[in-house]
């Protein structure tokens, strides 16, 4: 629990070494106001905007962690200063508590994320972040055996966060399947409904699928009854977007314009239909 204790900013910084002070940040959320990590033994606390003081949260990570890092960046992209403490937790893997500013406050609060939303994410904790302010998204990284995943969150006009991206793995590998894409980008809305996938290869790139028959018909559906005039010949490369048993949703760049279909792996194969 956060223990709010509001004191002078004075009597707050004559608490610490002058050591201390030096190496931890003090940055400014706005102009002309001031925010200062300050340090007590093994206790960290955030001198606030507003006069107030705050013992800090510190993730739980390795037993021979010396201390924890600081860093100040713009991680929910509001335009203010925010405060993550990062700690390493395994071989590879950062474990981070996040403290947000709020302006109309004038003091920071720990993001404390829903578990239904970790429920749904590759990473059981905020790992690795990274603000990407091109899509105004918060990536979070995390490392389980060979591979890095990855989920992605962005913020609602209250400050909390919803799943924007994740990937997903299949393991529902088919031997008889001719082609098998494991990996799958899902882009979410903040309702939490899939509205965009693609394949990604082992090094988070798009994956394409190349037309290995002469002439390959384009579903509607992933089913026989939904076979369309148009068709793709061989060659044609095409993005994967979804994966259904035999069934693949591709996307085609054609002259008139991006077009997403389904196509049939028994036809593009020449497969025995039972």
Not at 32 to 38: K, S, Y
Not at 47 to 71: C, H, M, T, Y
Not at 206 to 221: D, I, K
């Amino acid at each position: 629990m956060l223990s709010y204790r509001p004191l002078r900013p004075l009597l707050g910084l004559l608490l610490l070494p002058s050591c201390a002070l030096a190496a931890l940040p003090s940055f400014e959320p706005e102009p002309g106001l001031q925010a200062q990590v300050q340090q007590q033994g093994e206790r960290y606390f955030l001198q606030q905007p507003d006069g107030s003081r705050i013992e800090l949260s510190l993730p739980e990570g390795n037993e021979d962690v010396d201390a924890p890092s600081f860093i100040v960046d713009d991680y929910d992209f509001d335009g203010h200063s925010d405060l993550a403490i990062r700690i390493p937790v395994g071989m590879v893997n950062f474990a981070y508590h996040l403290y947000l500013y709020r302006p109309t406050q004038r003091r920071f609060e720990l993001l404390r994320m829903p578990a239904t939303l970790l429920q749904r994410a590759n990473c059981a904790e905020l790992s690795e972040l990274q603000p990407n302010r091109e899509e105004r998204a918060l990536y979070s990284h995390c490392r389980s055996g060979a591979r890095w995943y990855y989920d992605a969150y962005r913020f609602d006009e209250s400050g909390a966060p919803w799943l924007y991206k994740t990937l997903n793995l299949r393991y529902d590998y088919n031997p008889d399947l001719p082609v098998f894409f494991p990996i799958f980008e899902k882009t979410l809305d903040p309702q939490g409904r899939i509205v965009a996938s693609r394949a990604l290869d082992d090094d988070d790139r798009p994956q394409t699928w190349s037309v290995p028959n002469a002439r390959l018909y384009l579903h509607e559906r992933p089913d026989e009854a939904s076979r369309t005039r148009a068709y793709l010949i061989e060659g044609d490369v095409c993005e994967v977007l979804e994966q259904q048993g035999n069934w693949l949703l591709i996307r085609y760049a054609s002259r008139k314009g991006p077009l997403q279909r389904w196509v049939s792996l028994d036809e593009a194969y020449g497969l025995a239909r039972p």
